[in-house]
């Protein structure tokens, strides 16, 4: 199995910034999609981005387009998501995902069988 562990949310005024990591452990591999989903209170689970380990190409939803950058560190099994211009709707728990790489990038989190705990990030205004 693959143990996932999320860090690095927390306050942050509308207009910054902050950096998530999710460390990976346990069985992994360099054939994964590594997702990154987000979580409101009394919305559903909503899809951010994607990257593939292997080759480091990435995927966005169209709400976060030019404003978060996932990446990876393959030696240290980190995933990151940078995300600057930070807005109040940006305020979820925000949650890191694994699945096997299929050729396309799942979007949707039944999809993916690893998951972190969260993190919570809140964009004052």
């Known amino acids: 199995q693959v143990q996932l562990v999320e860090s690095g949310g927390g306050l942050v005024q509308a207009g910054g910034s902050l950096r998530l990591s999710c460390a990976a452990s346990g069985r992994t591999s360099s054939s994964y999609s590594m997702g990154w989903f987000r979580q409101a209170p009394g919305k559903e689970r909503e899809f951010v981005g994607a990257?593939?380990?292997?080759?480091?190409?990435?995927y966005y939803t169209d709400s976060v387009k030019g404003r978060f950058t996932i990446s990876r560190d393959n030696a240290k099994n980190m995933v990151y998501l940078q995300m600057n211009s930070l807005r109040p709707e940006d305020t979820a728990v925000y949650y890191c995902a694994a699945d096997r790489w299929r050729g396309t990038f799942p979007k949707i989190a039944d999809e993916y069988d690893y998951w972190g705990q969260g993190t919570q990030v809140t964009v004052s205004s």
């Open positions: 990257i593939s380990w292997n080759s480091g190409t990435t």
